[in-house]
């Protein structure tokens, strides 16, 4: 089976992705999710490939998710690992970004539900 790519970004896609990234390493969930929202929206409007559409909804709901462990909120985290999970999976590189190890290490924010050990700020999206 061969790998899907994704397709280059516009200059103001690429700086909201960049924007977007720094937030969500800095801890900013809710900043980042903001980021990748327009960035969403931009690739609504130019009609691009729908999986990569939800590979950016899937970002989202990846910030979405960390916010909600921050705040120890279980259905949100189960709500949206169940969201976000088919919409990165099967991605292994995109956008110089590494899904597949991404998607990994969110796997165990959502399976720490209930006992909350892991600290949501200690994650950042690994780069390729």
């Known amino acids: 089976m061969a790998v899907e790519q994704a397709g280059p970004l516009s200059t103001s896609e690429d700086i909201l992705l960049q924007e977007g990234l720094e937030r969500f390493d800095a801890g900013r969930f809710w900043h980042a999710h903001e980021s990748w929202e327009d ?53 292994t590189v995109a956008w110089g970004l590494n899904i597949s190890l991404h998607l990994e290490v969110i796997s165990h924010y959502a399976k720490d539900v209930g006992t909350w050990e892991l600290k949501a700020t200690d994650h950042q999206i690994p780069r390729a």
Not at 56 to 76: P, S
Request: aromatic share 6%; no cysteine; charged share 25%.
């Open 39 to 91: 960035l969403w929206n931009e690739l609504k409007a130019r009609m691009a490939p729908q999986r990569e559409v939800l590979l950016i909804q899937g970002l989202i709901q990846t910030a979405a998710l960390l916010l909600h462990h921050e705040q120890q909120k279980v259905r949100g985290v189960s709500n949206q690992w169940a969201k976000l999970e088919p919409k990165l999976k099967g991605w």
